[in-house]
Each structure stands twice: as C-alpha cells, then as structure tokens.
C-alpha cells in the first residue's frame, strides 16, 4: 500500500521526489495510528505503570527495560512525550507488556503456616509447606481443613491461601530492569485474600484467575473464592480491581463485589455488607467451646470468621462459617488472638471486616462439680465439698464467700491436692458461694468456675429421752429460731415406712399416745423460715417398757388381802 511507482517521463524528477514524500508521510500517519489502536485495545490487560525517577529520560529507561532501542519513539508517542530526554520524575509513564524484555524468574515463600497444606512441585514431588519455604513457578499449594499458608511475593505482595483451596503459581517473572513483577496464580477452588502493595518505584501486575475469571490489581487489598460450580467472587477491600469474564471487563472499586457464574460475564458491582459491630462482644473468655455473641447484619445470609495469633493475620489459626449466631468455635488452645468477623449476603459476596483483639484462659479446665451442687445443700456440720478429677491439674483451689463477689470470704485453700475437701472448721447456717479453679504444672491456674450458691442448713433438733406415764409419752428439743418449725416422725421400723406419728410444728414438744411395749424409731428435721427443709437428723431408737396393768397388780396384792 505504501509503495508508490510514478512515471513522468524526462519532466517528472522533482514531482516524482513531491509525490514519495506525500506517500511515506501518509504510511508513516497509518503506522502511528495502527500502533494507537493496538495499544489501546489491549492496555489494560497489557500494560504497565512505570513512575519516572530524577535522572530518568526515554533513553536509559527502554535501555533498562525495553527488548530494544527502536521502541524509543513508540514509547514517546504512547505517552505523548515533548522531549524524550527531559521527562519531569513523577510522571507515570504506560509501558505495554509486549514491548517489556524479561528479566529473570521470581520467587515467593512461605511466611506463615498452620495445619496441613501440601506443596507440589512441577517435577511431581510433594512436600508438607513449612515455614521459610521458598515457591518458584509452577508450584501448587493445597490446604486442608482448618489450614492456612500465608505467601510473600518478591513484591511484598501477600497471599493468605485459606482452608480447603487449591492454586498454582502459574507465573512469577521480572521484566525490565526489574521494573515489572509480574505474578500470575490460578486458583481452582477455594479462597485466598491478597495484600498488593502499591510502590513508587516499582511497579506490580498481580492476577488470580479462576475457571471462570481473572482479577487483576495494582496496589489493592481484595479477596477471591472460586467454587466448584465455576462462580467466582471477588471482593475489594481497598484500590481498584479489574475483572474479566466471558470478553468483559468491569471495574470493581473499594467496598464493593462481583459475582461471575460459570460463563457468565461479571455482574454489576454491590456495594459490601457492613462490617458487624463488634462494640459489645466479650473480649475475654474462660470456656470452650468459644461463644462468640454479636448484633447481626442487615441483608447477612451467613457470617465468617477468622482467628490469628496477629493484628495481620499472617498466622491464622480457624476460619469458620455460619448462618446463625453466636459463632461457637470448638478447640483453639489458651492465649492473645484477633478475631476478624465479616457478612456474607445472598449472593455469596462477603462484606466488610470487623476486627477486635480477644484473650482465652480456658485451661486446665472446670472440674465437673459434683458437690454440693449449685443451688444445693452441704452437711450442717463438717461440710464436704466434692468434684471430679481433671487430668490437667496438679493441685486445685477452693474459695468460699457469704456473697457472690467473693468479697467476704470465709475459706479460701489454694493447694487442695484431692478432689475433695471436708473443712476444718464447720460454717454456720446460712447462703454461702463457692467456686474451684485447676492449677497445672504447664498452664498454671485455669479459669474459675462460676459462683455456685449453697445453703448450710439449720441442724435437726436433739430429741432428748421421752417423758412416759401410763397413756402419753411426750419429746422435747430445743426453743426453735424465729419463724422455724420442725417435722417429727415416730414409726415402728427404720425406714419410717410404717409412721405411727407424723407431724409438723413450731413447738418444741411433741405429746403423743404412748404406744404398747416394744422397739421404735424416731426422727427430726428443721423447717426454716422460707420453708428451706434441711436433712432429717439421725434416727434415735426408743424402747417403751412393759406396763403392770391392774390384773396383775391384783393378783400380786391377792396374798396380802386373804392375810388381812
């Protein structure tokens, strides 16, 4: 098109020169104009952003990072350069891909990891991920349940591979003078968070792509989850991700999220659930499994949560969902954690995070009390107090208090080496609190139990030996307190089951026919003022005499009348 063949004859030689000069300025116009459209078709898949430093021109810049030094002039046209080699530092220059030599290959490594997560290499060997480890292309990583691997890129870029995921490091390499790093990671299925850090000097691509998107960043914080239906969601945090599926692209900005359903082009960006208010929550816990309580969130379907040993959460310790609250997690050991709780609304898109430091002191654990039980009743005398073993603890400690505070103590022992304890000194009647800790050699002390709440009660009354004459037979005890009564049984066996008295009363006697001769049993126990029975007393054993009745006395007299 551009050849041009002109014939004059002996008068044509300078419109001949005239006429080539019209043609190469014309096919030098298509040539920059081709270049443009190219480069603006695909410049935001194939670009990157290049910040001009003091000392930079367009000269020593494609030197260092360019395939060669004819890409001067496209590089002067593309960013519309005056003076290509005066160019003001802080200029942000575009850079296609294409025209960017490469480097040399990058890394990334291993910065956190907890649980089982299996690293494959590309020659098929495997091997557990452990702290330190160093990843090249081609590298596969597989979490498990309840497993986390946190993965730093030589960008600083970050990669928190949570728990059930699997992804290939597709591409790490460094073009230019180390000018672009370029990171390519296919995620299967799963979820991974990522920190892209935005730099001055050097600038980063940083992509995920799952079957059925890829998101692309600069200097952004953003979360990807594939499943195993092809839907992807992608969520951002901070920056700007651009998302592509199915030939299109959108923009998705700072809090909000896409969907892409299998083929599907990326759905209209929503703005992200609010981050719950965690203003409320208990920030100290003594007891497993974890009882997380919180306000729900308007439009939350589902809720996740996070815990790590860090404010970053490069150390996750458990990740777990739910559709109702309060989240309850089963067995994470004693220690400082941060709690990181987000909505996840009716498209799968999880919202923004909350994030709050808490504390769990949960072992060795509470024995199991077995008594006296809480709300129940000890011995009046001599009281014993009972629980079961706990495998952790060398010794226990018990404390005993008139109010629930613990703030008038009456008993405290903190060396109580069995899992028992009868006190030295009998309490008096009335409401008392106790409560037991575990001590271990390893944890040291455990958690208190909660205040549990006991009564001693008021002794059953001495009976002292009953008063008799021919028909009555009467019981006296002592004057009873003010609003006390006392129930009285009198039965002809031991067990009380054949009663022949049974009575309750505020008085301090008991009048009662006296019964034939022969062996009884009798019984005692105190009523006190809000009708609190206390334990029956020990059972006395009364023996009635024999009576002489008037017959016989007749007889006996008969001799001494018949000799009157």
């Known amino acids: 098109m551009c050849d041009a063949t002109v014939v004059a004859g002996t008068r044509g030689a300078m419109q001949l020169r005239r006429v080539n000069d019209v043609v190469s300025r014309y096919c030098s116009w298509i040539v920059v104009a081709l270049l443009v459209v190219v480069s603006t078709a695909t410049r935001a898949a194939e670009e990157w952003s290049y910040t001009v430093q003091p000392g ?15 890409y001067v002039p496209r590089l002067q046209r593309l960013n519309k350069i005056h003076n290509p080699y005066v160019v003001p530092p802080g200029t942000q220059l575009r850079i296609p891909i294409a025209w960017t030599r490469y480097h040399s290959s990058a890394s990334a490594k291993v910065i956190g990891v907890h649980g089982s997560a299996l690293v494959k290499r590309p020659d098929r060997s495997e091997t557990q991920a452990e702290l330190g480890m160093q990843l090249t292309s081609g590298d596969e990583v597989i979490s498990a349940e309840d497993s986390f691997v946190m993965i730093e890129f030589s960008d600083q870029s970050q990669l928190r591979v949570q728990e059930n995921t699997r992804l290939l490091l597709k591409n790490m390499q460094i073009l230019g003078d180390e000018g672009l790093i370029d990171t390519l990671i296919e995620l299967h299925y799963g979820r991974a968070e990522s920190s892209v850090p935005k730099r001055a000097d050097k600038s980063s691509r940083f992509r995920i792509k799952t079957p059925s998107a890829t998101s692309s960043v600069r200097g ?17 945090l901070t920056g700007l991700v651009e998302v592509e599926g199915k030939k299109r692209q959108i923009q998705v900005p700072a809090g909000y999220g896409t969907v892409v359903a299998g083929d599907s082009a990326p759905a209209q960006p929503v703005r992200l659930l609010a981050a719950p208010d965690v203003s409320a929550t208990v920030r100290y816990y003594q007891r497993l499994p974890l009882v997380i309580k919180l306000e729900p969130v308007t439009g939350a379907q589902a809720y996740r949560a996070q815990i790590a040993t860090d404010r970053e959460f490069r150390n996750m310790w458990s990740e777990f969902t739910t559709t109702g609250l309060p989240f309850r997690d089963g067995d994470i050991p004693d220690g400082d954690y941060w709690l990181r709780i987000r909505a996840i609304d009716a498209s799968a898109i999880e919202g923004k995070d909350a994030v709050m430091p808490f504390a ?22 001599n009281q014993q ?16 208090s008139r109010d629930e505070q613990f703030t008038d103590g009456v008993y405290f022992n903190p060396e109580v080496t069995d899992n028992s304890l009868t006190l030295p000194n009998s309490l008096t009647p009335g409401h008392y609190f106790w409560r037991l800790f575990s001590v271990s050699a390893s944890e040291g002390a455990g958690p208190m139990s909660d205040a549990m709440a006991f009564r001693v009660p008021y002794p ?9 004459d021919e028909t009555t037979m009467t019981f006296a005890w002592q004057a009873p307190e003010e609003g006390q009564s006392f129930h009285f049984q009198f039965a002809r066996d031991r067990e009380f089951a054949e009663l022949l008295h049974d009575e309750v009363t505020t008085a301090s ?9 022969g062996t009884y049993y009798l019984r005692t126990k105190t009523i006190e003022a809000d009708g609190f029975q206390g334990p029956w007393g020990s059972t006395q054993t009364i023996d009635v005499p024999r009576g002489i009745s008037p017959w016989f006395m007749f007889l006996m007299l008969l001799p001494l009348l018949v000799l009157l």
Do not use: C
Request: glycine fraction near 6%; aromatic fraction near 6%.
């Open 360 to 381: 769990l002191n949960a072992r060795p654990e509470v024995p199991f009390v077995i008594a006296p039980q809480p709300g129940g009743m000890a011995e009046p005398e």
């Open 56 to 70: 930079d021109n367009l000269w020593n810049l494609t030197q260092r990072h360019l395939k060669g030094m004819e």
């Open 460 to 468: 059953a009354p001495t009976v002292g030996d009953p008063q008799m």
């Open 220 to 236: 952004t914080e953003f979360r990807v989850g594939a499943t195993e239906h092809r839907s992807t969601h992608s969520e951002v």
């Open 509 to 517: 006697r008991i009048d009662m026919p006296k019964p034939e001769s």
């Open 385 to 400: 107090f009972k629980w079961a073993r706990q495998s952790e603890a060398a010794h226990y400690a018990v404390m005993i």
